[in-house]
């Protein structure tokens, strides 16, 4: 080859090579790295009892896709790098994410975790939450203990970590949700403050709380309740 095409060449490789590395160290500085992969168990603190495709839409117009779930007690999502060892990463950054699509389902990640839009007319999010404790210790004779204090724990925890030694014990779920009045969201965490929320028409919607046994913790119940108060709004 010519010198100067021979240059030119070497230029272009140079050019890639610097280009991957800055890729690379974007999604290095976007995905902490911590322990983990696939693997579930029956008291899973993930959201989905696997990880799923999802796609994370950035503000900058990127995407990238890969495997994906939610990790409760952290309230951070996790992502699965198929090209590093199905090594599991943090999500981090948040403020750099506009959505995360898992599906049809749509959130986008907050300071105090992520969001599921459930709605968008009406206006109306759930964020799931879990309580937690220390896994039950062996007493002897094949008993455990679980006398220690349940903790609801969020990611400003001090001390906690999603991939931290201690042992912790999923206790139960739960849900808070947010709907908008007027153009604020208002904060939901027991069926007396939505119905409240609702006030002019308490009797209507009691009544279909009671006929549906709408169940405050199951989302898409309370999606229908949520529509059902819209629709008596017009």
Known sequence: LHPRVRRQRQMCIRDSICTMRHLLLSLSCLFGIVSGGYSQTELSPFLFDTYQDAIVYMRNGMEIRGKMNYHLPSEKFYFIDEQDGNQAKILSNADEVNIIKFGARVFYPEQDGG???????????????????????????????????????SSNSTGFSPDAPVKLEVGSRYNVYWVEKKGKKKEVRNMKQFLKLNSTHKEELEKYIKENNVCFDDAQQMLKLCIYADSLLK
Not at 126 to 144: C, E, I, L, W
């Open 115 to 153: 969001v599921e839009i459930l709605s968008s007319e009406p206006s109306f999010y759930v964020q799931y939450k879990v309580t937690v404790r220390d896994k039950p210790k062996s007493v002897g004779y094949g008993g455990t203990s679980s006398l220690g204090n349940v903790k609801t724990y």
